[in-house]
């Protein structure tokens, strides 16, 4: 009976730990991670990684502390441009063949304002990985009519330098911009449990 209640107490206080978390998936449709870097000091040019996932795990509804994972397809890239596509995953940028993924965990959250935060975590880039600290806005969460699922807005921003990556070595900060603005956009979708 005493090895029973045990048991019963462990299962307890695990599910108390546990019932809270909720897990969000970003929905492919209203979802976009772009790039923006500036050509030869005088145009921007951006671009898209198309295939992404993006995970929030959280267990407070304003989100201030969630987790949030991404894995990006770095042969995905698109900046409308085929020739520079090409370019662009080939060894002198991102070296698809050889790193064909680019990766982000967030480590710490922290509140700035109302529903305004500073993501920090790992991102992983043509093989190397730094701590970099971005801007997260929430957006709100609304019952999405079509589907009748919980959903979450986000929105991140900020800027990273992509010689703490290797990335494009060849090519000087006169002709392309070493800071890359990171904007990113999503819906996310309450995952069924």
Avoid: C
Wanted: aromatic share 8%.
């Amino acid at each position: 009976m005493k090895k029973l209640t045990l048991i019963l107490a462990a299962v307890i206080t695990l599910t108390a730990f546990t019932t809270g978390i909720t897990k969000w998936v970003n929905d492919d449709p209203h979802s976009q991670l772009g790039f923006t870097v500036t050509h030869l000091g005088i145009a921007d040019v951006s671009g898209t990684f198309n295939d992404f996932d993006v995970t929030v795990v959280s267990s407070k509804d304003d989100f201030s502390d969630a987790v949030f994972e991404l894995t990006a397809q770095t042969a995905s890239i698109d900046t409308r441009v085929e020739a520079r596509n090409n370019h662009l995953k080939s060894a002198d940028f991102f070296d698809a063949a050889k790193f064909p993924r680019l990766t982000f965990k967030s480590t710490k959250i922290r509140q700035t304002s109302k529903d305004r935060y500073r993501l920090t975590g790992d991102l992983t880039l043509h093989g190397v990985t730094k701590t970099v600290s971005l801007d997260l806005l929430y957006k709100g969460s609304v019952e999405n009519p079509m589907s009748k699922k919980a959903t979450a807005g986000f929105q991140v921003t900020g800027t990273i330098k992509r010689s703490d990556f290797n990335l494009g070595s060849g090519f000087p900060a006169p002709m392309i911009s070493d800071e890359v603005r990171i904007k990113a956009d999503g819906e996310f979708v309450k995952a069924d449990k």
